[in-house]
């Protein structure tokens, strides 16, 4: 039994396909880098708004408002077509965003601080040390 490859395309045509791809590559490349961009662009918003949303009473006010002014000039950048411009502003909301993180990190270490502090000045007098003795053994084992 043979195998053999059966095309229904003659050659002349898979070469115009392959050159047609050809000329094509780099603003099919173009297109996919804007798109990847502005996907991130979108993601970024959407999870920074959500953050603020979810820790607004957690985060310093200047540090709200300079995240706030950041997303939403990417907003304004995400509505037009320039990949560069969207691009800076999502980087731009990336760095402003970490300070978020910071804030947070900053307020948790507080928190402990005081709680450890607080936990420190609390008795211990109610703790007792015990061991548990099972007297009484079945079948007389010993």
């Known amino acids: 039994m043979t195998v053999t490859g059966g095309s229904s395309l003659p050659k002349d045509e898979v070469d115009r396909m392959r050159e047609e791809a050809e000329r094509y ?16 662009g979108e993601q970024l918003v959407y999870q920074t708004e959500k953050f603020l949303k ?26 037009g077509e320039d990949t560069a411009e969207i691009r800076t502003a999502t980087e731009k909301v990336a760095a402003v965003s970490q300070k978020l993180g910071q804030a947070l990190y900053a307020d948790a270490q507080g928190a402990q601080a005081a709680g ?24 007389g084992a010993a």
Do not use: C, F, M, Y
């Open 116 to 139: 450890g502090a607080a936990a420190g000045d609390a008795k211990d007098d109610d703790v007792v040390d015990a061991e548990i003795v099972d007297d009484e053994r079945k079948d």
């Open 25 to 40: 590559a780099e603003e099919d490349h173009k297109r996919r880098e804007a798109a990847e961009t502005r996907n991130q």
């Open 54 to 79: 979810d820790n607004e009473d957690k985060v310093p006010g200047e540090v709200k408002t300079e995240v706030e002014s950041a997303v939403a000039e990417l907003k304004e950048k995400l509505k």
